[in-house]
């Protein structure tokens, strides 16, 4: 199984990025996925958790109102839309996926992921 996260880059506060986690090697109808960050000198964060076969989500009661969790099964991806970027959003970000896994509502975020990608690279700039 390969996780491969694509879009991060450099915007300016109050900007939007729109991130995709592109899935191989499994279907991400029939399992949990999720977005985490990790930003420089802290503890990786719990961002959004999304169900592949119901579509159902939970994302960090911080982060509710800017950023969505989606996914297309079709294209076995999963994104994740942030608006209004603030510089404390500045981070690596990261997709996690659980197989053969379904999780209802707040258990989203204590999921033991087992796959992941490799991060990328979100700055925002004031």
């Known amino acids: 199984v390969q996780l491969q996260a694509s879009g991060g880059g450099l915007v300016q506060a109050g900007g939007s990025l729109s991130l995709s986690c592109a899935v191989s090697?499994?279907?991400?109808?029939?399992?949990?996925m999720a977005w985490f960050r990790q930003a420089p000198g802290k503890e990786r964060q719990f961002v959004a958790a999304i169900n592949g076969d119901s579509g159902r989500t939970y994302t960090a009661d911080s982060l509710k109102g800017r950023f969505t969790i989606s996914r297309d099964n079709a294209k076995n991806t999963f994104y994740l839309q942030m608006n209004n970027l603030e510089r404390e959003d500045t981070a690596i970000y990261y997709c996690?996926?659980?197989?053969?896994?379904?999780?209802?509502?707040?258990?989203?975020?204590?999921?033991?992921?087992?796959?992941w990608g490799q991060g990328t690279q979100v700055t925002v700039s004031s």
């Open positions: 090697g499994r279907t991400i109808s029939r399992a949990a």
């Open positions: 996690a996926a659980k197989f053969a896994w379904r999780f209802v509502g707040a258990a989203g975020e204590r999921v033991r992921y087992d796959d």
